[in-house]
């Protein structure tokens, strides 16, 4: 019986083709936008995830003070109010894994007669296990480089291949301002920070060459700024608090003074960016079903056009035996069908459209399961909805009336 109702849904379907095809448009439209809208915010969540992952997990960033000349005050990292003694106590705290205290600048680097702007980064042997930073070749360099400050370097991938190429940079020797400069090992590639810096672009080398023979520091045991890595995630505030605490306390400030440092939670803004792109993407998809809801509208108005078109055949049907209930569900069948198949190109629709866009314009894309399921749904219910009234309508109808309809 069932299979009987779905080919005369079916024929009745092909008797009209274009009608058939412009009443699922409206579905095929909204479903393609649908998955393409949430496959672009999917992949600006997982862009950020990605950024979160390169950074380390648990960190914070400790900046040293701002400074106040003529009235005129500046940001913060611009006063030397941290120093490597800090970094050692702060290290000592039970809700801290480590603390990698960094002087920061930008030097040329050469090697041979090829040279190369770079960030150089003066850094403790921590640094690797705060940023969560592996070698790809080589060795890091020790406590024992830092106590001399010797003149070694870890390059980042951007480096290593604008410099060498295909060459093995390891034991080779570059210059920096003017200095040799071993280099000991490769990093890993990182990509892009959160404000679309390259992090392959970096040149570590410890921190006491940096401050002794590179760019040279008036207050040699003060840093700009430190990396600390918690524990875990559930000691973040725990850490936050514990570090806040012990730098008032070292620096000797009053209890309504404020702070002459700042500590940044990384996974806060994290967060903050994660959940921004969520807000997105939900927004994306909210806006794309719109037409999935057109769409709705379309096959009610089709199907009820239908109803109008083929009240003499309900007639007929009724008048040999048909119920209620069996032209209700043939009309109810032909708007899920009409929905399925809208579905069904739909997906396709938006699935190719992501990879076009993906492709030409180098945006990430990412298409799941889950938003093909959500958007299929969606759309099946909307059919089903919005062709009930439809149904309901030729269902009620009166077999004399019917007959009689010209």
Not at 93 to 109: F, R
Request: glycine content about 8%.
């Amino acid at each position: 019986m069932f299979l009987n109702m779905l080919r005369e849904a079916w024929r009745a379907m092909a008797a009209n083709k274009l009608r058939t095809f412009l009443t699922m448009l409206g579905l095929v439209i909204g479903v393609g936008a649908v998955v393409l809208m949430l496959a672009i915010g999917q992949g600006a969540q997982t862009l950020v995830k990605e950024a979160v992952a390169t950074m380390g997990s648990n960190l914070f960033i400790v900046l040293s003070g701002g400074t106040t000349t003529g009235g005129a005050r500046s940001g913060s990292g611009t006063a030397p109010t941290l120093t490597l003694q800090d970094a050692r106590a702060i290290a000592e705290l039970s809700p801290v894994a480590a603390v990698a205290p960094t002087h920061s600048g930008n030097a040329q680097v050469v090697y041979g007669g090829v040279n190369w702007r770079s960030q150089v980064i003066g850094v403790t042997p921590s640094y690797l296990e705060v940023r969560e930073w592996r070698l790809v070749r080589g060795q890091p360099f020790t406590d024992t480089d830092m106590r001399a400050a010797t003149r070694v370097a870890l390059i980042g991938q951007t480096v290593a291949r604008e410099l060498f190429g295909d060459e093995d940079p390891v034991d080779k020797t570059v210059r920096i301002a003017n200095s040799p400069y071993l280099v000991m090992g490769v990093l890993s590639p990182k990509g892009q920070s959160f404000d679309g810096r390259d992090q392959d672009d970096t040149v570590l080398v410890p921190l006491s060459t940096a401050q002794r023979k590179l760019y040279g520091s008036p207050f040699p045991d003060t840093v700009r700024f430190m990396m600390v890595k918690a524990v875990s995630e559930s000691a973040m505030d725990r850490a936050e608090q514990a570090i806040t605490q012990l730098l008032r306390e070292r620096h000797r400030i009053q209890a309504d003074a404020p702070n002459d440092f700042t500590v940044r939670n990384l996974s806060a803004v994290a967060d903050v960016q994660a959940e921004t792109t969520r807000v997105m993407s939900i927004m994306l998809g909210a806006v794309a079903s719109i037409s999935l809801v057109v769409g709705g509208i379309g096959i009610m108005n089709i199907m009820l056009v239908s109803v109008t078109e083929r009240t003499r055949e309900i007639g007929i049907r009724m008048a040999i035996g048909a119920r209620q209930r069996d032209i209700l569900w043939q009309f109810l069948l032909e708007s899920v069908i009409v929905s399925v198949v809208g579905c069904l190109i739909g997906i396709a629709l938006g699935v190719a459209s992501a990879y076009l866009v993906s492709q030409t314009t180098g945006m990430m894309v990412v298409v799941t399961g889950t938003a093909i399921l959500l958007a299929f749904a969606v759309a099946s219910t909307v059919g089903v909805f919005f062709g009930f009234y439809p149904a309901r309508k030729a269902a009620a109808l009166k077999p004399i009336e019917a007959l009689r309809y010209q």
